[in-house]
């Protein structure tokens, strides 16, 4: 079971994802989360800074998919300013989300990487359809009230893994 909440990679923010290398281990399509992983939960506007990042995407030829639990309203808010495709109202870690993302991106889970803030949706979800996780911490503390209850429960998950020498470093 811990290993399906083990992500390939723990990373401090998406700015320290290293492009190269995903390329590298055939990775072609990613699948992000949008609240506390791209943008603070309660934020609106897009930053320069994470325009950039998704412009160096494009460059790199990465295809690039939103996969959110959250309102579609807010995900196409973010999704259409880029002009890629979302998955709102996701209900993560459930899989039929994921092979959305992937059939729009058309590409096959062994191509694909999850970029998320959660271990039990990003991470859980993305392990179980067999894709690429990585994990990076949250852009802002404050959250929605139910992710402040599951975190506390994450940060046991997460001192397991690093016990047992499985969270990557």
Known sequence: MLNLLCPNVYLKSIYDLDLDKL???GIKGIITDLDNTLI???QNQMIPKLDQWFN???????KIC???NNSQERVNLFADSLNIPA????EKPRRKAFRLALQELKIMPHEGAVIGDQVFTDVLGGNRMGLFTVLVLPVSE?????????????RHVLQALKKKGMLPQ
Do not use: D
Not at 56 to 62: D, R, S, T, V
Not at 142 to 154: A, L, M
């Open 23 to 25: 390329k590298k281990n």
């Open 40 to 42: 603070a939960w309660n």
């Open 56 to 62: 160096e995407l494009k460059k790199e030829n990465f």
């Open 66 to 68: 939103i996969v959110s």
């Open 87 to 90: 998955i709102p109202k996701a």
């Open 142 to 154: 404050h959250e929605f009230i139910g992710t402040k209850f599951v975190r506390k429960v994450e």
